[in-house]
């Protein structure tokens, strides 16, 4: 694991773009997996600033995205496939028929399998991008779930319904599932990028990297990825 320390919020923010944009750099058609969540917003918004200045071409870049809430269609305004929209790719030159995320409304049957087929189609990920959820939750991986799940449903926790209640009207109107790519499949991405922040994340830190390997900390496992970056903020980084 190879840990860099930002000094706030915009450093972390810089330094995770930077290394996206490497990537796009060193292989134009590279196959990024990206995050929702709060914490990438910044960087989102400085790759945005990048592209407009010229300096990195989306034109064959693949996306996957992490996860979307089961149930929510696209056009709803806290489906992951509209914040993808609204914070990158409305504002980048990346063909629509590259962007994936996982469909909220198709059946738990067959989403996960067909989403795992589409990424291994376009040759896997070249660098996922990740957050932390404050119980070491990663794409929608809750504690407790298997390492080697590929796609799947999952039944969220109290916890992320709560933490997530905060973008919606209501704590009830908070999706109780999620189709997320699994474990697995995080693991099987060549590169795993972690941006982190905040005091309020400096606890699942010290826990998930500097503590053992668990199911009950599903980002543990990451210890064991050969090329896993960590890109924390002072604050994120306190406890260790
Ligand atoms: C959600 C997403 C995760 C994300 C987490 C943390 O649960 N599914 O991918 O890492 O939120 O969000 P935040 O960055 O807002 O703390």
């Known amino acids: 694991m190879k ?7 915009q450093d ?22 990206l995050a929702t969540g ?16 010229g300096d990195i071409d989306f034109s064959q870049v693949t996306t996957v995205n992490l996860d979307e809430y089961r149930g929510l269609p696209r056009t709803h305004d806290q489906s992951y496939w509209y914040f993808m ?9 990346i063909k629509p028929e590259n962007v994936h995320v996982p469909n909220g409304m198709a059946s738990a049957e067959t989403a996960g399998a067909e989403y795992d087929a589409l990424i291994e189609q376009a040759g896997g990920i070249d660098l996922q991008l990740l957050g932390i959820g404050s119980d070491g939750h990663i794409g929608f991986n809750e504690p ?10 999952v039944d969220l926790t109290e916890k992320t319904i709560s933490d997530n209640a905060r973008f919606f009207a209501s704590i009830d109107e908070v999706p109780k599932q999620a189709y997320t790519m699994g474990i697995k ?17 400096a606890e ?27 890109i924390g903020d002072a604050e994120a980084l306190s406890h260790i």
């Not at 840990?3 to 919020?9: G, P, Q």
């Open 144 to 153: 407790g779930s298997a390492f080697e799940l590929g796609t799947h449903c």
């Open 204 to 230: 699942i830190v010290r826990q998930a990297f500097f503590g053992p390997v668990t199911p009950e900390v599903p980002a543990s496992i990451l210890q064991m990825h050969p090329d896993f970056t960590l």
């Open 185 to 201: 499949s995080i693991m099987q991405a060549r590169k795993v990028l972690m941006v982190v922040n905040g005091v309020n994340k």
């Open 85 to 93: 929209h609204k914070n990158l790719f409305d504002h980048i030159n």
């Open 3 to 9: 840990l860099i320390r930002a000094t706030d919020y």
């Open 12 to 33: 972390m923010s810089r330094k995770a773009a930077n290394i996206i944009s490497a990537q796009i750099i060193m292989k134009p058609n590279a196959v990024i997996g």
């Open 38 to 53: 709060s914490t990438p917003l910044g960087l989102y918004a400085q790759l945005i600033d990048w592209y407009r200045k």
